[in-house]
T-cell receptor, first 113, second 115 residues
Framework: AQSVSQHNHHVILSEAASLELGCNYS??????LFWYVQYPGQHLQLLLK??????LVKGIKGFEAEFIKSKFSFNLRKPSVQWSDTAEYFC???????????FGSGTRLQVQP | DSGVTQTPKHLITATGQRVTLRCSPR?????VYWYQQSLDQGLQFLIQ???????AKGNILERFSAQQFPDLHSELNLSSLELGDSALYFC??????????????FGEGSRLTVL
């Protein structure tokens, strides 16, 4: 079945550590890719998105993601995390022609001061 | 604040009952999406409406139904509730029906607990 996989369910880092969260999808063809973040008690917010062009996408709060088509991956990175990055992160995919986003199961990031 | 409003924020009910969740999209957004977030299933797409018409259907049970009204607010009706329906139900909205923009704006969710 077509799906979105986030390999890390729970990640614990110390402040200033580097972050990389994995996301793989199984759809063929053209896709739009997204990373959303959900801070404790808040709604999901868009971090960044990829539609076309430069496969390295920069988002808000210092996050970036790289689309590697050959690996069907869209990993999220941040060079130095802060305590305020503690949240749940969701990767989402929309195959061309579809309307709704398909989300991964999420990765809970806990940053320790 | 995303501009998407969902009510109620919390709801506790019993098995077999029926509830209605309400969503007001951002001003100007014509599309409304409903998602269910549970511990074991993650975020699952249920259904999408665009300007009052159903446009896409996901993993929505037959016991669930939705509609979008002329003022663009939407309601998700859940009936014959089961314990497994306990979840966080999110509404999201977007400007257009096409895939050109992509960004969904989410509400804070309605947490349903079925006892």
């Amino acid at each position: 079945a077509q799906s979105v996989s986030q390999h890390n369910h729970h990640v614990i880092l110390s402040e200033a550590a580097s972050l990389e969260l994995g996301c793989n999808y199984s759809y063929g063809g053209t896709v739009n890719l997204f990373w959303y973040v959900q801070y404790p008690g808040q709604h999901l917010q868009l971090l960044l998105k990829y539609f076309s062009g430069d496969p390295l996408v920069k988002g808000i709060k210092g996050f970036e993601a790289e689309f590697i088509k050959s690996k069907f991956s869209f990993n999220l990175r941040k060079p130095s995390v802060q305590w305020s990055d503690t949240a749940e992160y969701f990767c989402a995919v929309r195959p061309k022609g579809r309307r709704a986003l398909t989300f991964g199961s999420g990765t809970r990031l806990q940053v320790q001061p | 604040d995303s501009g998407v409003t969902q009510t109620p924020k919390h709801l506790i009910t019993a098995t077999g009952q029926r509830v209605t969740l309400r969503c007001s999209p951002r001003s100007g957004d014509l599309s409304v999406y409903w998602y269910q977030q549970s511990l074991d299933q993650g975020l699952q797409f249920l259904i999408q409406y665009y300007n009052g018409e159903e446009r896409a259907k996901g993993n929505i049970l037959e016991r669930f139904s939705a509609q979008q009204f002329p003022d663009l607010h939407s309601e998700l009706n859940l009936s014959s509730l089961e314990l497994g329906d306990s979840a966080l139900y999110f509404c999201a909205s977007s400007v257009v029906n096409s895939a050109t923009t992509g960004e969904l704006f989410f509400g804070e969710g309605s947490r349903l607990t079925v006892l």
